[in-house]
């Protein structure tokens, strides 16, 4: 079957840095995504990684292992702002998303 | 680029009446809508997926009959929940992506409160 692992929370300190990891198992891969969504507000696109390693898109970073079928985002120098969950969903061979169930990253002062 | 927009932001309704629910996509043609119902604190359900001009396709346990999808053009698609019920109660969002880009651009989303 389709499945996708994530945290279900996690608690981090402003200004520092947290990874949240993501395992999938899909039949066939078309790429992993990763969604910031607010309480209360829809989810907004992050990152998109088809091809192993490490995309930069400044203060996050999302990595990417096909063989390993894990990936992570990793937050830097975080903010207030960045409490939200997370979503993490690979794209099947048909081009349909499967969506983990999101971590709750709650950032402390 | 590639927002999406959706209409009503809010909904209540009465029990027994049907609500419909535009989404749109404003600066790119969507090949394919989504549609989403999350309850609190729950993660996101894919209740159907759109094509421009055919049928929609239900996941499992979605009544088609009771979810009317509608996607007419390339830039919009309708979800009318008919003999809205209180269990109906939810938040309804919408995602669009057109062919060849992969990545799916959410609407705002819909409450619904079914009295």
């Known amino acids: ?3 996708i692992d994530q945290p279900t929370e996690m608690t981090a300190t402003e200004g520092a840095i947290v990874q949240i990891n993501c395992t999938y ?16 507000e829809a989810p907004t696109f992050l990152s998109y990684n088809v091809l192993d390693g490490l995309e930069e898109k400044g203060r996050f970073s999302s990595f990417l292992s096909r063989s390993k079928g894990y ?17 993490c969903a690979a794209m099947d061979s048909n081009y349909q998303l499967i969506w983990g169930a999101g971590t709750k990253l709650i950032i402390k002062p | 680029g590639a927002v999406v927009s959706q209409h009503p932001s809010w909904v209540i309704c009465k029990s027994g009446t049907s609500v419909k629910i535009e989404c749109r996509s404003l600066d790119f043609q969507a090949t394919t809508m989504f549609w989403y119902r ?3 604190k729950q993660s996101l359900m894919l209740m159907a997926t759109s ?25 919009l698609s309708t979800l009318t929940v008919t003999s809205a019920h209180p269990e109906d109660s939810s938040f309804y969002i919408c995602s669009a992506r057109t062919g060849g880009m992969e990545t799916q651009y959410f609407g705002p989303g819909t409450r619904l409160l079914v009295l």
């Open chain 1, 1 to 3: 079957g389709q499945n």
């Open chain 1, 25 to 40: 198992q899909t039949s066939g891969f078309n790429g992993l995504f990763w969604y910031q969504q607010h309480a209360g």
């Open chain 2, 38 to 40: 999350q309850f609190p």
């Open chain 2, 51 to 75: 094509n421009e001009g055919s049928k929609a396709t239900y996941e499992q346990g979605v009544e088609k009959d009771k979810f009317l999808i509608n996607h007419a053009s390339l830039t």
């Open chain 1, 71 to 87: 990936s992570y985002l990793l937050l830097k120098e975080l903010q207030m702002k960045d409490s939200a969950s997370y979503l």
